[in-house]
C-alpha cells in the first residue's frame, strides 16, 4: 500500500467522522507524534456561474492578452530578427526520476 494512498483514504476517513458528527467548525485528533486538523476552508467563497463566460455582460469579463508561443517558436526556429528582438530560446533543466 503506497504512503499516498495511506494518506489519503486516511484524510477520507477523518472527513466523513467530521460530516458525519457536524462538528460546527474544527476536528483535532492528536497522539504523541502527529496531530490532524479539519477545518473549513478559507478565502473567497467560490462562484458559481449559471452560464459561459461568453455570455456575461461585458462588465463582468476580461479579457487576457497572452504571448503565442508557438508562433515565437516556429519564428525563432526561422531566423525571424523581429521575433529574436524580443525572445529566445532557454535552456534545458534537468530532473531526477526514480523508478
Not at 521575433?83 to 526520476?97: E, I, N
Request: positive net charge; glycine residues 6%.
Amino acid at each position: 500500500m503506497s504512503v499516498y494512498f495511506l494518506t489519503e483514504w486516511l484524510k477520507s476517513i477523518f472527513l466523513v467522522k467530521v460530516l458525519c458528527y457536524k462538528h460546527s467548525r474544527l476536528f483535532l485528533a492528536e497522539s504523541d507524534k502527529r496531530g490532524l486538523t479539519i477545518s473549513n476552508n478559507g478565502g473567497v467563497l467560490p462562484l458559481k456561474l449559471p452560464c459561459e463566460v461568453n455570455q456575461l455582460p461585458p462588465q463582468f469579463q476580461r479579457i487576457e492578452v497572452s504571448p503565442d508561443n508557438s508562433v515565437i517558436r516556429q519564428a525563432l526556429e526561422a531566423g525571424d530578427i523581429e521575433a529574436q528582438k524580443v525572445a529566445q530560446f532557454g535552456g534545458r533543466d534537468t530532473h531526477l526520476s526514480v523508478l
